[in-house]
């Protein structure tokens, strides 16, 4: 397995910042989110993704604002990167009304139509096929649109992500196959499921461009996706994109899961070392970018998530009278 080096050209400051204010965002929003869970002051399941932050980052940079993404359990990142609405999202995980899913999903059920999320559902590798069922839709309409279906390492061991990579290639579909592999599956370490480590691999058997990225490189990870973008909007159809990356926290919750498995201390430590906002915090500063410019976006990130919480904690639950609304398709006449 070999990792492609895709970072040919440095990029402009502004873009840098850009890319770090948005996985700070995502870094700041999950560790307070991993505090309420703690205290107990939130209580739907959540999967963190710190550490995993440059993946939907540098995917949905190349992608415009048409663009759809679909996400599973694991998909504040995508939610945010996409330009969803911190406060809607936070207000989610408070189950409150002015939730994104009104307060009825949760972490693992994320939704913002006009930004291109049109739900991120926890059935392991369930959004794949719903991506395909985007690009087969964009191309049929001929909207232009390109679909990311974001997914884990453990979604590859599905049927459906390979009927769908079939699917998909068969009809050059616009679609991007977005594999975030931080190695894990719960506790299932790649080696205990698989006699390979190729996930890759899959992308040649089906027909279609693959590539294995560093996952924490943010630069390497957008330079990917837009050449993946341009192959979606010029008809040459879907690409693989597997991008190595690590989880800081447990599988779900903000333990770090330390039991788990032999390697995870030393993994951990190994991978706490590539942390993706550093690696970009030390790029910008080599580009020239002052110390306290980069406080003061560190300190406007954490403004906006306390300004979110206050917003969830001031909203309203969801009316108990409400309870069976949204539930069933209404059909006029019934
Ligand atoms: C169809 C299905 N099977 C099992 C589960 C239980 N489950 C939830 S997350 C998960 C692991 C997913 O691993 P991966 O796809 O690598 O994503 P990660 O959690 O590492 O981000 C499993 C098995 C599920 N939600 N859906
Ligand atoms: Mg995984």
Known sequence: MTVQKTRVVSL??????????????IRR???????LVQSREVRTPCHLSIGQEAIPVGICAALKPADTV????RSHGHYLAKGGDLNA????VFGKATGCARGRGGSMHLVAPAQGVFGTVPLVAATIPLAVGAGLSAKLQGTGQVAVAFFGDGATDEGHF???LNLAALYRLPVLFVCENNLYSTHLTLKERRVKDNIVESATLHGMAGVVLDGNDVVAVYQAA?????????GEGPTLLECRTYRW????GPAADLEVGEDRRRELDEWRRRDPIEQCRDLLSAGGLSAARLAEVS????????????FARQSPDPDESQLLHHVYAARSGC
């Open 12 to 25: 402009p400051n502004e873009q840098m910042l850009s890319f770090f204010r948005g996985m700070l965002r």
């Open 29 to 35: 929003a999950e560790e307070r989110i991993g505090e």
């Open 70 to 73: 679909w996400g599973g359990h």
């Open 89 to 92: 999202m936070m207000a989610e």
């Open 162 to 164: 390979h009927e769908s």
């Open 226 to 234: 837009q050449q993946a973008v341009h192959r979606a909007e010029t």
């Open 249 to 252: 926290r447990g599988h779900v």
């Open 299 to 310: 300190a406007e990130a954490t403004e906006e998530i306390e300004a979110a919480v206050r």
